[in-house]
């Protein structure tokens, strides 16, 4: 925490710098990174959410583009740099989110899918089979699902009036946000590169997790042609250069050197390069990842198997995942629909009045148990209620219940992997309370470490693209540069812990069976 006092306060010098493009859900960024892994400057701007129908989310994908090319050059001016002063350009993004464009014009060919739309369900039923969810599990690490591009491109070829012919024509390309991005960073129609890294690539149900390349079987038991399909490239390389539009003018020749699903760009900004480091980024809700080395472990658990990052020609890495539903979105809902706190930090002070949880215990399973249960038929529940509870008790139970959702996970990657956690590196919106950090410290039995530097999805973009060009020299050097904030670590008896986790798991079996009918 020494150079804390610092931060901010000295002048950057002049560099040379990277700039990572953050292109999230909600808005895109880009941020300025000096060096030492420091912020420069950053630019953020939002973008529509548009909802057609119950269930579907969609974006403009223009407005995305318009939106990158005004937030980079927002960060570079005032930055106060030019282009000579930058090294590379890497890009993290909203992953699945499902894109086609028509090559010969450039223009979308329907608003871009977003990866919580559940449009394609029963689509995903049908392509089960009589085998059902774990039909191509084996060869992508994944379930089917609506969450993946796979089933949405179908979608849309099935959907949109004209699609199937213009495909098998070879006119349209396919994309996530990060394909979408460097194809128009690199020129577009002038000789854009239509390429995805292997973490974005791993979450389309399309590709084979061992052999990094898409598996043409699957993609015709989908019905989408190879023909769409973006080359299969490392994280971390040079793509190509930006040229034409407004960015080519103010960035010409920089290399595009980095590209990386967010919930991994994350993963590689905390630094998590050997076996058994994890981490977890806290938002509206929580995904956690852990680093498998060069083993895909097929999850038993309920957890994904994804691609963690490939460097340039090195071996891949894995890692598995696990995501939660609600964690930040209870406290949001604790704010606003039951009015027991004003502002999300008060829920910290409240839950501090009291010394324990007075019996209570919250399972938010308000749209059904993420992993590793997957169970659409639960509800939420709050369970051992007493007249002796307080709303301060309840705001307990609502963090310890981050904690203990996170618990299962680790237990779950844990069973997996037989690779024991031995830290976890945590990033998000949530952190910046101690209370929650201490729980979850408690919980786990293991230290919980918050870095300097919260934008951790971004610095993994920038980390990976000045691998790419040799700003940084090697993962050595970027460990050397990740900087602690805080770290808390497990003051919990053994035996409360133990008995605290059997009552959550207690919990969590009243939430199941709720809705009758899964629909």
Known sequence: MTDAHTEGSHSHGTGPFIAAIDQGTTSSRCIVFDRDGRIVAVDQKEHEQILPKPGWVEHDAKEIWRNVEEVVAGAITKANITSADVKAIGITNQRETTMMWDKNTGEPVYNAIVWQDT??????????????QDRWRRETGLPLSSYFAGPKIRWLLDNVEGLQERADRGDLLFGTMDSWVIWNLTGG???????????NASRTLLMNLRELRWDDKIASSMGVPMSVLPEIRSSAEVYGEVKGGPLGELLAGVPVASALGDQQAALFGQTCFAEGEAKSTYGTGTFMLINTGSTAINSYSGLLTTVGYRIGDQPPVYALEGSIAVTGSLVQWMRDQMGLINSAAEIETLASSVEDNGGAYFVPAFSGLFAPYWRSDARGVIAGLTRYVTKAHIARAVLEATAWQTREIADAMT??????????????????NNLLMQTLSDVLDAPVVRPMVAETTCLGAAYAAGLAVGFWPDTETLRANWRRAAEWTPRMDAEVRDREYKNWLKAVQRT???????S
């Open 189 to 199: 129609l002038q000789g854009g590169v239509h390429v995805t890294d292997v973490t």
């Open 415 to 432: 069973k997996d992997s037989g690779v024991e956690l031995t830290a976890l590196k945590v990033d998000g919106g949530m952190t910046s």
């Open 119 to 132: 449009r394609t369900d029963a689509l995903c039923k049908e392509l089960g089979r009589n085998v059902g």
């Open 512 to 518: 199941m069976g709720w809705q009758d009918d899964e």
